[in-house]
């Protein structure tokens, strides 16, 4: 399944946010953690990651700092602020707006289903 641009952009403070509300990270576990809680449904890549990253760093929902690696390589690793919390807590609350009006209108209508090569059932309202 092929996960709309647009949702996934809408979707990606909210998600950034919340990974690192988990714990401080860096880019490359940030895009393993969203393809492991997408259960692979969502890929995202560098370059849709870092200005969602950067964004956020201006709007100081997010801080960031470089570290050694074990390896001896440097990785930038970003931190959730107290303003990035308080920013989660909203997006929150407007995605569980959406999620609920959403989910209204689907259980007030059965969805259209193909009934023939070209033609659809009409939706009909449930009774209640």
């Avoid at 990270?25 to 870092?50: F, K």
């Amino acid at each position: 399944m092929s996960i709309n641009k647009d949702l996934i952009a809408a979707s990606s403070t909210p998600i950034v946010l919340s990974i690192l509300a988990e714990g401080d990270s860096y880019g490359y576990a940030i895009l393993q953690r969203v393809r492991e809680l997408s259960a692979g449904r969502m890929e995202w890549t560098d370059g849709m990651l870092y200005p969602v990253l950067h964004r956020l760093e201006r709007l100081g929902h997010v801080e960031s700092r470089w570290e050694s690696a074990e390896t001896g390589r440097k990785r930038k690793y970003y931190r959730i602020t107290p303003g990035g919390h308080a920013q989660l807590a909203e997006e929150r609350r407007q995605w569980q707006a959406v999620d609920s009006t959403l989910r209204g209108i689907w259980d007030a209508f059965t969805l259209p289903v193909p009934v023939s090569a070209g033609s659809w059932a009409t939706p009909t309202l449930r009774a209640a």
